[in-house]
């Protein structure tokens, strides 16, 4: 796993603290052990999604040049992603996709690149 602590602390040491309450909640529930360790787990998979899917998502106009390179349309990236033509349009403008989506367009994005020409 790459770390991540030198780019984001302040970010890590919240999460961290985050998840250090969440597990304290999670005492408190009659769930079996396995059930608390998995939720705990995907609380911070999926805290460490969100920080890559940031780090990785590249400038805006190379989102841009990556999708014509692949000689993808808005409107294939749009609907590949749940989106709107126009919502992959101001994300290439600089508008920063909501988290929900950022991770998928962070990772069609890199496999266009490979893709590309």
């Known amino acids: 796993m790459e770390d991540l602590s030198s780019e984001y602390p302040l970010f890590l040491t919240l999460a961290s603290i985050a998840c250090s309450i969440v597990g304290e909640f999670l005492e408190t529930l009659p769930l079996k052990a396995e059930v608390k360790a998995k939720m705990t787990t995907i609380g911070v998979d999926d805290l460490l999604e969100r920080i890559r899917s940031r780090r990785d998502l590249p400038t805006e106009g190379e989102r841009r040049?990556?999708?014509?390179?692949?000689?993808?349309?808005?409107?294939?990236?749009?609907?590949?992603?749940?989106?709107?033509?126009?919502?992959?349009?101001?994300?290439?403008?600089?508008?920063?996709?909501?988290?929900?989506?950022?991770?998928?367009?962070?990772?069609?994005?890199?496999?266009?690149?490979?893709?590309?020409?």
Do not use: C, F, K, M
């Open 65 to 117: 040049r990556i999708r014509e390179g692949a000689g993808v349309s808005l409107r294939d990236v749009g609907d590949a992603l749940g989106v709107s033509h126009t919502a992959v349009a101001a994300w290439e403008s600089g508008t920063r996709p909501r988290q929900q989506h950022a991770t998928a367009y962070a990772n069609l994005l890199e496999e266009l690149r490979r893709l590309g020409p």
